[in-house]
């Protein structure tokens, strides 16, 4: 069995950071892909950082240059630091990580970008 536990979401003003952290724990050999994506109300969930296990990354351009997503591989730890946050921003986050082929999703978290 494998969990993701995620962390690190909020309430923020616009123009403020965030950052966001997942940890993946359980039957784990090792992991290929994880990432981020986020579902905000009426809308169709989006991905919005993408992470291989040799470093590689991948945006949107909707938050390319104002998201860095990071991992570490010793942690089975996968991080989203926000900057430069917007109102659309706002949304539930959920990481993903692809373990022997399988996807596998945290809870979500909450972020909203509000004055």
């Known amino acids: 069995q494998v969990q993701l536990v995620e962390s690190g979401g909020g309430l923020v003003q616009p123009g403020g950071s965030l950052r966001l952290s997942c940890a993946a724990s359980?039957?784990?050999?090792?992991?290929?892909?994880m990432g981020w994506y986020r579902q905000a109300p009426g809308k169709q969930r989006e991905i919005v950082a993408d992470?291989?296990?040799?470093?590689?990354?991948k945006y949107p351009d909707s938050v390319k240059g104002r998201f860095t997503i990071s991992r570490d591989n010793a942690k089975n730890t996968v991080y989203l630091q926000m900057n430069s946050l917007k109102p659309e921003d706002t949304a539930v986050y959920f990481c993903?990580?692809?373990?022997?082929?399988?996807?596998?999703w945290g809870q979500g978290t909450q972020v909203t970008v509000s004055s």
């Open positions: 992470i291989t296990s040799g470093g590689s990354t």
């Open positions: 993903y990580a692809e373990i022997m082929e399988i996807e596998y």
């Open positions: 359980g039957s784990i050999f090792s992991i290929h892909d």
